[in-house]
C-alpha cells in the first residue's frame, strides 16, 4: 500500500506543483505546498492504518526517487524543472518526509 501511495503522490504532485495563482502580475504557486500536503496527508493515513513508520518512509522514500525519476529525463522531457517550484517540490519531499517521521513515531508507540 505503501508504494501505491508514493506513485500517487509522486504522479499527482508532479502535476500539482506547477499550478499557480496570478494577482497583480505575481505569480503566487499553490501547487508545490499543495503536493507536499498530499503526501504529508498519504504518509499521516498509512502511520495510522499501520501503527508503523515503516509504510510512512517507503511512501516518503519510494515517492522521492519517483520524482528524481521525472525529473531526470532528458532536455525537452522533464516533467520537473529545476526552478523555485520544482526544487520545492523536490527536496520539499525529503522535508516533509523526516516531519512526518517524528509526526507518527506516536503512532508506532501505542502498539
Known sequence: MAL???VFAAVAGTALHRQYLALAGVELHWGPPAAL???AALQLLLAGRYRSLI????AGIGCYVLVGLLAAAGPGKQLILGDVPGNVWVYGIAVV???MLVVCRGFARRN
Open 4 to 6: 501505491f501511495a508514493a
Open 37 to 39: 500536503l498530499l503526501l
Open 55 to 58: 509504510p510512512t518512509a517507503v
Open 97 to 99: 518526509t523526516l516531519v
